[in-house]
Structure formats: C-alpha cells, structure tokens
C-alpha cells in the first residue's frame, strides 16, 4: 500500500491537500478511465479509414495524411492559445466545454468510417477540435491543482494527479482493447463511452472549489446577498456556479461597457450622471437590450470596478423586482406608450440603487472576506472602455 500512496497520493495525504481534493480525483480517474477506453475505438476506425488495412494504398500516402492530419491540429491549438486570460477567469466553463469539444472531435474521428473517401478534410477538422480541447484543457489544469495543494507541495499534487490520470487511461485502454475484439456495435459503444465520459467531467469540474470570485460565483455571492444578507461559503459559491454556458446566452450585466451601449440617448446619461458625481463609474440599464451596464472612468481603481460591478447587480435585482409586480399585476398593460421604456422611467431604480450600495457594499466585502473569498477586478475580466468625462473651457 506504500508503494501504491506514493503513485496516487501527495506526500502527508490528506493533510497536505483540500477535503474536495478526492471527489476530485475520484471523478478525474473515472473520466480519464472512459477517455482511454474510448481512444482505442477512434484509433482503429481512423487506421482503416486511412487505409491501412488495404493493401492497394502505398505506406507514403498514409504517413502523408496522417501527418497533414496532426498539423492542421497544432495549427489550431496555437490559434486558440490567444484566448490567453480568458482560461483564468472560466476555468471551469472552459475545461467542461473542452471535454465537451473532444467528444464531437472523437465523433468526427469515428465519422470517417463511414466516409472514408473523405478521410484528410475530417481527420483534420476532428484534430483541429481536439487540440483546442487540449490547449484548454492544459492550460485550466494547473490552477485547479493550486486550489487543492496547501503550502508549497503544488509540483507534488500535479504530479499524482497526472498518474492517477494515466493510470486510469492504461486501465480504459486495456478494458476497451479486450471488447473490440468481440468487435461490438461501434455507435454504441461510443454513445455509451461518451455518455459516461461527460458524466465524469461534469463532475469533476463540479467537485472543483476555487475562492476567487470570476463573473459566475460573484453573480452568486451578491444575488444571495442582496435576497438574504448573508455571503455563500466557498462550498456553496461552487456548487451554485453554472458550469455550462451556451454560446448564445444572455448576459444580463456588463462592466466596462462603451457609452453607446449603455444609453439610449443622451437625455439620460444627462439625468443619470449626477447620481455618480463622487464615483469613478456610472450604471445604468438599457430596456431595449434588456441589459445592465456599468461604466468605468478614466481613473477608476481595482476596487471601484468591483463596486460597479456589485452595483449593476443590485439594479439589476431592483428591475428584476420591477419587472415581476409588473407581470404579476393584472390590469395593467400600456397599449399607447413605446413598449421598451427609456433609461429615464428606470431613474428610480438607479436612484435607489445607489442608497443600497452606498450602506451595504463595505458589509459584502467584509463578510466575503470572511467567508474566505478572494475578489479580483481581473476576474471579472471587465471591458476595456473608459469614461473620459470632459469639462468645457
């Protein structure tokens, strides 16, 4: 059992690691399991689609294609590397949706077996998506494990992890190599693997507990906040967090916005701007884009780009609120007035906002504080725009 610890386990396991550290692995294992057994069945189906099973096609063609295939893989995997910070602000969206991006290239791969005339464009379509995946995956992996190591044992915890992982992948692989040859339907063998495979992930990315706030954990933080006056812990944070975000969602609130996107018109950036005379950041909400923006100035600090941030949360839960006595009113319906109303029937809400912010913002810092979360602007990966606010001569 020694001999096995020293493979899978940090040294001084458990007390030199988190209590998520072995949910963690245990569903890192698993997928890595799943992941491994799967790569026989892509592996065999592109080396019959390449041809290597009939003898008319010449060794130089197949090394050729293969070869093109493997580069137009690391094409894309340097192309998606300019991403750069956003693997620090979603780490866990992106390592998810890594997984998720693997599995449609393994479908691809398994795809060619059935077009293999086509074999070149979709070895090298299903190379360039798992690479991506790769390159995400890669990059998220080292601050996941900075989140379990406690001291200065991070080499240590990334090392057994990687073993656990092979581990898990040799396993797959041996389980996968014995089934192919009782040669079992390939499209359910595959369904099954996947399903298991995203499962895993899924959980995996779940069991994850970071204590920095990016958008999604501090959208969980202040909206738990504001309804109940009370900062979730790091456990709770985590396990609220939505993990999968689809590409067109819509993001109710934005920091670091351009003024053409906040305000409608200038009337109510003229009505809205006294209200922030002694901040370095406005807010305000924009009906037609059903949107709230947050404006940062010039000379706006770290600090400030958070309050603007928990600010544009707290209006939005006052039109949230707004919105639903609206709906839940009978009776009351404008058939003569313009359907989207302006920033300007919205003065109030900006107004009452800021009374809120102004008493409790100081009382969420502390309290997150307390509750061990670290706040970070960058995180919350703010636009660049700035507010440059001009006086005349």
Known sequence: MAFV??????????????????????????????????????????????????????????????????????????????????????????????????????????????????FLPMACVANVVKNVAAVTSTSTRTPIYKAYARGENIGDVTAKGESVGNIADLLGTGLSIFITKRNPSLVTSFALLSCGYLLSSYHEVRSVVLNTLNRARFTVAVDSFIKTGYVPSLKEGNSQETIFIHPWRHEPVSIGSRFGEAFQEPVSFVATRPLFEDERYMVTYNPTKDKVYALLKDHAKPDDILKAAFHAHVLLHFINVSHERKRMSSNRSDHYGNPHPRNMDFLAHIAESCKIVSSSYGTFRKKAKEQGWIMSESLLNPGKARLCVTRPQ
Do not use: C
Not at 27 to 52: E, N, Q, Y
């Open 5 to 118: 610890r020293s493979y899978v386990v940090p040294e001084g396991f458990p007390d030199s690691v988190t209590p998520s550290y072995v949910p963690y692995m245990t569903w890192r294992a698993l997928k890595h399991f799943f992941g491994g057994a799967m790569g026989v069945f892509t592996t065999r189906t592109l080396l019959s689609s390449v041809g290597v099973s009939q003898s008319k096609v010449t060794p130089g063609a197949i090394a050729i294609n293969w070869i093109l295939k493997d580069g137009a893989g690391r094409v894309g995997k340097m192309l998606f590397a300019r991403q750069g910070k956003k693997f620090d602000n979603d780490l866990k969206q992106l390592r998810f949706s890594s997984d998720l991006l693997l599995e449609i290239g393994a479908g691809i791969e398994l795809a060619t077996a059935a077009f293999p005339q086509f």
